[in-house]
């Protein structure tokens, strides 16, 4: 049993969707999911700039017991994911959450995300 929000499974296909998301966009999606820190917005700044080529990273940070979600985008991923592109897909996101479907609702951003930021 996976210690964690997801099972085996959700994981599996949560690790496929990001390196199917780097390989096509040429960017580097990463996930947290965790407590954060308030600010909010702060920590997950922070945790973004802590990934390697951080100019290149697109970080989606949720805290399901805050209800909190972030999406942090270097500085190069920014040139090609826009803060609505961003919302929208966190608003798809929060949908899903509040269905009660974490693991379908970060692959929909993930998806969404790479689906903005095009092929490199």
């Known amino acids: 049993m996976a210690d964690g929000p997801f099972t085996t499974r959700q994981l599996l296909r949560l690790d496929e969707a990001l390196r199917a998301a780097d390989r096509q966009t040429g960017l580097t999606f990463s996930v947290y999911i965790g407590e954060l820190e308030t600010p909010v917005r702060e920590h997950a700044e922070k945790l973004q700039k802590q990934i390697e080529n951080h100019d290149h990273v697109v970080l989606i940070a949720v805290s399901p017991n805050q209800r909190k979600l972030e999406i942090v985008t270097g500085n190069e991923a920014r040139k090609r994911i826009s803060?609505?592109?961003a919302k929208l897909?966190?608003?798809?996101?929060?949908?899903?959450?509040?269905?009660?479907?974490?693991?379908?609702?970060?692959?929909?951003?993930?998806?969404?995300?790479a689906s903005h930021a095009g092929r490199h």
């Open 83 to 85: 803060d609505r592109d």
């Open 89 to 113: 897909a966190g608003l798809s996101m929060a949908a899903a959450f509040a269905g009660g479907d974490l693991a379908g609702g970060v692959l929909s951003g993930i998806d969404q995300l």
